[in-house]
Nanobody, 127 residues
């Protein structure tokens, strides 16, 4: 059974940093991409960033490019999202998700293309 467990959320002032972690278990993820999504109150869940396990190819939403960095540690089956230069508009519940990919150069972005989801971790950025 696939499990994705997020951690690392919290309250931070604008301009600060956080590192989110997603521990994955239950299967081999070498043919998978791992994505981070977020959902702010009253808004739809949106794509933030994704990475492929095999070669570490990455993709970012324009809103976080240059501020957030996604990475993975294959030995720990863990994906990270480093959040820098945080803004109040980054406040949301952040979710980790996994999807099978058939190319390391085509990374899905829509929520519906991800099969497995974690429970989320809350990030609050104060102004």
């Amino acid at each position: 059974q696939v499990q994705l467990v997020e951690s690392g959320g919290g309250l931070v002032q604008a301009g600060g940093s956080l590192r989110l972690s997603c521990a994955a278990s239950g299967r081999t993820f070498s043919n998978y991409a791992m994505g981070w999504f977020r959902q702010a109150p009253g808004k739809e869940r949106e794509f933030v960033a994704a990475i492929t396990w095999r070669i570490g190819n990455t993709y970012y939403a324009d809103s976080v490019k240059g501020r957030f960095t996604i990475s993975r540690d294959n030995t720990k089956n863990t994906v990270y999202l480093q959040l820098n230069s945080l803004k109040p508009e980054d406040t949301a519940d952040y979710y980790c998700a996994a999807t099978r990919v058939y190319s390391d150069y085509v990374i899905p972005r829509p929520n519906r293309e991800y099969d497995y989801w974690g429970q989320g971790t809350q990030v609050t950025v104060s102004s």
